[in-house]
């Protein structure tokens, strides 16, 4: 039996999207900060916008990108703006 183990560096997680930079973990971080400063479960984050739960851990953990409507819906929840919780400004 074989077994691989997949190594995802930063950069791996970093994309471009125009002229502005997405890194996935930077993002997830700043994600989960705000959840945790209102005293929020994942799960409850996940239910009142609309994703599974597997999903968001996902995008706390930054292992997934959120689609540009989930990004929205984050960012609003959070009343912040997309770009500061996602593009670092």
């Known amino acids: 039996m074989m077994c691989y183990i997949e190594y995802v560096t930063e950069s791996e997680n970093?994309?471009?999207?125009g002229d502005l930079m997405f890194d996935m973990i930077k993002a997830g971080e700043k994600?989960?900060?705000?959840?945790k400063k209102k005293g929020y479960t994942p799960e409850?984050?996940?239910k009142d916008i609309g994703?599974?739960?597997?999903?968001?851990n996902k995008y706390e953990q930054g292992r997934r990108k959120?689609?540009?409507e989930i990004k929205e819906k984050?960012?609003?929840y959070y009343n912040?703006?997309?770009g500061?919780?996602?593009?670092?400004?």
């Open 14 to 17: 970093t994309t471009k999207e």
């Open 44 to 46: 409850k984050v996940a």
């Open 31 to 35: 994600i989960k900060e705000l959840r």
């Open 51 to 56: 994703v599974s739960v597997s999903s968001y």
């Open 84 to 89: 500061s919780i996602f593009f670092n400004y």
């Open 74 to 76: 984050i960012a609003n």
């Open 66 to 68: 959120p689609r540009d």
């Open 80 to 82: 912040e703006s997309i």
